[in-house]
């Protein structure tokens, strides 16, 4: 048979408020807002989230910049030579003008 609600997640959290999946913690919705709707991680875990992943990828550019000095010369070279003729261009007119 089917179990009756207790009523305690209500108790627990209001419309107004709703609970981190990451830190757990009860919070308002305002914390919670997106573009999209409300996430399932507060503001300050995203943030947190996305700042780890950052590190972790400058961490991982490092390693290979290590790894491969030649050819990340190589690639910056020809980057700033990309970037030199681009400047050096007219200004103006293009490929239909």
Do not use: Y
Not at 48 to 56: C, T
Not at 65 to 86: F, S
């Amino acid at each position: 048979m089917h179990d009756e609600p207790t009523g305690v997640r209500a108790a627990l959290q209001s419309p107004e408020h709703k609970r981190c999946q990451a830190c757990q913690q009860v919070k308002p919705c305002t914390a919670f807002a997106t573009p999209s709707g409300l996430a399932s991680c507060c503001r300050d875990c995203q943030r947190a989230a996305s700042r780890l992943a950052s590190r972790r990828r400058a961490a991982a550019m490092r390693l290979l910049i290590a790894a491969h000095p030649e050819e990340w010369t190589g690639l910056l070279r020809l980057v700033r030579a990309h970037r030199q003729l681009g400047t050096n261009r007219p200004n103006g007119g293009g490929r239909d003008a």
